[in-house]
C-alpha cells in the first residue's frame, strides 16, 4: 500500500498522507484538503469519516470483530468482570488485583450523591421517561460539582473517572425509583458494583433483598458487552462536548441523550415492543419482515442491522446464548423469545436482510433477558448507559489528553444566494 493518495481537482494533483492502523486499517489524512486546495469532503452520517486515532476499541464489521485494548470481547465476557473491564478500557491495561481493589474502593468514595438532587427528581412528572431523567440528572451533577478537573493532573483526572463511575450508576437506578414512587435507595459500600445496582434499583425498606447471583451474573456480562464500541453515535456525542472542555458530566449527559434515540441505544427498549406487538397480533413473524421491506412502510425491525457490522455483531452471538441460560436459570418460559428467534430465522433467510448484510444486533436479545431479570422496558437504554459509562469516560479521557481540536465540521451550504431584505409590509 502507497503512502500518500493522490487527488485531482480541475487538473491539478495533490498528495495525501495514507495511514495505516494497528489492524491494517487504511485512512487518507485529510487534515490540509481545506489549506491546500480549498475543498472539503462531504460525507453525511460520517459514514466514511475517522473522526480520531483512538487506542481503545478495535471493530471489524466485515468479519465480526470486537476488541477492548487488544482483548476479544468473547474472552472478556466469559473470564473478566465488569471493573475490571471498566478499569482497562479507561487506563489501557488490565489491573492487578490491587490497582483493581484500589479502583472499587475509590468509586465507593463517591457513591453518595447530594441530596438537594432528589429535589430535581421531585420536580418530573411521575411517568417521565427514565432515560429524560438521567440526562437531566447527569448534567445537574455538574452544578454539584463545578470544579473543572485538570486532565494534566492525574490524580484529578483519576479521582473524576471514579466520581463518575460512582455516581452515575445511582442516579441511573433512581430514574426507576421515581417512576415506581419508592423512596431513594443509598449504595452499599460493602457490596460490589453490579450487586449494588440491583439493590439500588430493587430494594425496599420493608423487608430484606438478595440479589440473584446468576442475575448479577447475567448483568455482569451485559454490561462488559456494551461497554464500549468505538465512535458510535454516544461516543462521538460525548467526544465532541468533551472537546469544547466542557466537564465529564456535561459530556456523558450528552452521550445519554444520543443514547436514548431508537436507531441506538433506545432499539433495545423498541425490540421489546416489537415483539409484544406481533406476540399480541398472533405472532406473525412473516408479516413483520414484509413490513421491514416495504419502502412505503416506516417500520423497520429492530435489533437488526448495524452501520459498521456487516456480518454477525459478536455481541449478539453471546447475548443470545445467555438469554437461553439465564431464562433457563430463572425458569422463564418467555414466548417473546420463540417469536424473537422466529424473526431472527425468517430474517436470517430472507434475500432483502441477505443483501444488506443486516443481522441481530446487540439490542436484539439484551431485552428478553432484562424482562426476565424484572427490569421494566423504559429502564433498558438506562442499562445500556450504565454499560457504556467507561467507555464514553475512556474515549474522553483519552480525546483530552491527546489535545483534540474542537469538533466543529463544516458543511456545503445550498440555501439562498445573497438576497435583500424586504420590509414586512412588503411581502
Ligand atoms: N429493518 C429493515 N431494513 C433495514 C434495517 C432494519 N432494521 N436496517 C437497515 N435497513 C435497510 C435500509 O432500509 C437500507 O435499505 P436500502 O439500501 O434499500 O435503502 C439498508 O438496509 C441500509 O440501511 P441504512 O439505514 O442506510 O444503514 P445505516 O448504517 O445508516 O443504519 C441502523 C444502521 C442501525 C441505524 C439501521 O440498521 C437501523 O435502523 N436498525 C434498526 C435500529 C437498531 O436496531 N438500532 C441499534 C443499533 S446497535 C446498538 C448500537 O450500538 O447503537
Redesign the pocket.
Known amino acids: 500500500m502507497s503512502n500518500t493518495a493522490i487527488l485531482e481537482i480541475d487538473g491539478k494533483k495533490y498528495e495525501f498522507p495514507v495511514i495505516i492502523g494497528t489492524e491494517n486499517e487504511v485512512a487518507i489524512d485529510i487534515d490540509k484538503l481545506r489549506g491546500t486546495t480549498g475543498a472539503i469532503t462531504l460525507d453525511p ?1 460520517f ?1 466514511n469519516s475517522g473522526s480520531c486515532k483512538s487506542d481503545i476499541t478495535f471493530l471489524d464489521g466485515e468479519k465480526g470483530i470486537l476488541r477492548y485494548r487488544g482483548y476479544a470481547i468473547e474472552e472478556l465476557a466469559e473470564q473478566s468482570n465488569f471493573l475490571e473491564v471498566s478499569y482497562l478500557l479507561i487506563f489501557g491495561e488490565l489491573p492487578t488485583q490491587a490497582q483493581l481493589e484500589k479502583f472499587e474502593n475509590d468509586i465507593r468514595k463517591y457513591t453518595l450523591v447530594n441530596e438537594e438532587m432528589k429535589n430535581i427528581i421531585d420536580g418530573f412528572p411521575k411517568n417521565a421517561h427514565p432515560m429524560g431523567i438521567l440526562a437531566s440528572l447527569t448534567s445537574a451533577l455538574t452544578a454539584f460539582n463545578p470544579q473543572q478537573v485538570n486532565v494534566g493532573d492525574d490524580k484529578q483526572l483519576y479521582d473524576a473517572v471514579c466520581k463518575a463511575m460512582g455516581k452515575f450508576l445511582v442516579i441511573a437506578t433512581w430514574t426507576f425509583r421515581k417512576n415506581m414512587g419508592y423512596p431513594l435507595n443509598y449504595y452499599d459500600n460493602t457490596k460490589g458494583y453490579v450487586e449494588n445496582f440491583m439493590r439500588l434499583m430493587f430494594e425496599l425498606p420493608t423487608g430484606p433483598y438478595k440479589p440473584n447471583p446468576t442475575v448479577v451474573e447475567a448483568l455482569d456480562k451485559l454490561f462488559i458487552l456494551h461497554a464500549d ?1 468505538e465512535q ?3 461516543t462521538s456525542t460525548v467526544r465532541i462536548v468533551g472537546s469544547s472542555h466542557a466537564g465529564l458530566f456535561a459530556s456523558i449527559s450528552a452521550g445519554v441523550s444520543a ?1 436514548w434515540g ?4 433506545g ?2 427498549q ?2 421489546l415492543e416489537m415483539l409484544e406487538e406481533i406476540q399480541a397480533n398472533g405472532g406473525d413473524a412473516e408479516k413483520y419482515i414484509a413490513k ?2 416495504d ?1 412505503d412502510d416506516p ?10 457490522y456487516k456480518n454477525f ?1 459478536p455481541r449478539a452471538k453471546i447475548i443470545k446464548k445467555a438469554a437461553d441460560d439465564v431464562l433457563a436459570e430463572l425458569g422463564v418460559d418467555d414466548p417473546v423469545l420463540s417469536i424473537a428467534k422466529k424473526l431472527e430465522e425468517a430474517a436470517l433467510q430472507d434475500d ?2 441477505k443483501a ?1 448484510n ?1 443481522y441481530p ?4 436479545y439484551s431485552g428478553i433477558i432484562y424482562r426476565a431479570m424484572g427490569i421494566p422496558t423504559e429502564m433498558f437504554t438506562v442499562l ?1 448507559a450504565i454499560g457504556r459509562l467507561p467507555g464514553w469516560i475512556a474515549q474522553w479521557k483519552e480525546m483530552r489528553l491527546n489535545k483534540e481540536p474542537i469538533g466543529r465540521p463544516r458543511q456545503v451550504y445550498t440555501g439562498s444566494p445573497l438576497r435583500p431584505f424586504v420590509k414586512q409590509d412588503q411581502r
Open positions: 452520517g459514514k464500541h458510535n453515535c454516544s443514547l431508537p436507531l441506538h441505544g432499539a433495545n423498541a425490540v421491514a421491506k419502502k417500520f423497520r425491525l429492530m435489533g437488526f442491522g448495524h452501520r459498521v455483531d432483502y436482510f444488506r443486516l444486533n446487540v439490542d436484539f445500556f
